[in-house]
């Protein structure tokens, strides 16, 4: 198992906290070189890019992944707004500057990709290229966030509708989380069982309903996440609490105002973007996916890969890094 914390460790994994501007970040990082920083998405940890760490650091590169504010060891503020894509690229800033560095690749999963494609955006001096996984760049456009998803429901309510309500899904996952993230890692990776005729979507709700009663239920370890692996993230969740990464949801029509005068923005340094072939927000991105030529000139490539799911970095670690590593290798 690649993933096993004590491997990583005796192969030169340190952990420790730092202070990104006034923001206390936990990272976990490997190697020296050039800054490559990882940022994972929900509901997720440092732990998530434990197959890439050794690979990128073996290839001579400083491989640093932090917990995202809210997560795991770093800093969980209260207050909902403190969760602005302002405030996330922010803490990555902070954190380059107090590994004693000035610029980086950064590599975002899931709602690290927004994270990422923000911090490129807002200082394209620092984030000297980008890699996204799973959710694709996707311009500020007129489109209020909240809108867009109350539309896709329909009759039913979409998980990110009903992650707004603070207090709602932390109660529904409070009863068992590791049943909840098993659920959730199973019902949106490759593995997840086909839907029966007849069977509501997964990932939505009725109104007031319970997110998990749509979900196929987590019975065991999957190819890529050991019940160690799964132990690992809900201790992570009992340490820091649900409400940090829930936040992030509840802040998309925040980040719609305070990204105004990035209206349609292209983001210019080299890019890459990687999806998955089940992906949900790979599918829901095509559009998004077939404007790269416009919206991300420097793109280097644009790749699919077959059969994984949503969890990209863990399903395929072997196919991720060596699409890394080749964008890597071509920015030097």
């Known amino acids: 198992d ?26 976990a990082e490997m190697g020296t070189g050039p800054l490559v920083l990882f940022v994972h998405g929900f509901p997720e940890s440092w732990y998530s890019w434990r197959n890439q760490l050794p690979a990128v650091a073996a290839a001579g590169y400083r491989a640093v992944a932090i917990d995202v504010r809210g997560y795991g060891s770093s800093e ?35 709602w690290g990709s927004p994270i990422a494609s923000t911090a490129a955006l807002l200082r394209p001096d620092m984030f000297r290229a980008m890699a996204l996984l799973s959710v694709p760049y996707t311009p500020r456009n007129e489109v209020r966030p909240s809108d867009f998803f109350q539309s896709l429901g329909g009759k039913d309510v979409f998980y990110i509708d009903h992650f707004q309500e603070p207090g709602v899904a932390e109660a529904e996952i409070a009863t ?20 029966a005729p007849g069977e509501p979507p997964r990932f939505f709700t009725e109104s007031g309903g319970r997110l998990v009663d749509r979900l196929a239920p987590w019975t ?18 009992a340490r820091a609490g649900f409400s940090g990464g829930l936040n992030r949801y509840r802040c998309m029509d925040r980040d719609w105002f305070d990204l105004r005068a990035w209206h349609g923005a292209k983001i210019r340094q080299p890019s890459l973007f990687i999806g998955g072939e089940k992906d949900g927000p ?51």
């Open 2 to 27: 690649m993933g096993r914390l004590d491997d990583l460790i005796a192969s030169g994994l340190v952990r420790h906290d730092v202070d990104a501007h006034g923001t206390r970040i936990h990272v």
């Open 76 to 110: 969980a503020p209260e207050a909902i707004d403190a969760y602005r894509l302002v405030d996330l690229a922010g803490d990555c800033v902070g954190v380059i500057e107090a590994l004693g560095e000035s610029e980086a690749v950064i590599v975002g999963h899931d």
């Open 176 to 195: 068992d989380p590791i049943a909840w993230l098993g659920a959730f890692y199973l019902n949106a990776s490759g593995e997840a069982p086909e839907l």
């Open 220 to 237: 065991g370890p999957l190819s890529w996440l050991s019940s160690e692996d799964l132990a690992f993230y809900a201790a992570e969740f």
């Open 282 to 332: 790979t599918a829901f991105g095509a559009g998004s996916i077939a404007r790269f030529p416009e919206t991300l000139p420097g793109l280097h490539a644009s790749v699919i890969l077959p059969g994984v799911g949503h969890w990209i970095q863990q399903e395929d670690a072997e196919g991720t890094n060596a699409v890394v590593l080749g964008f890597l290798n071509a920015l030097s």
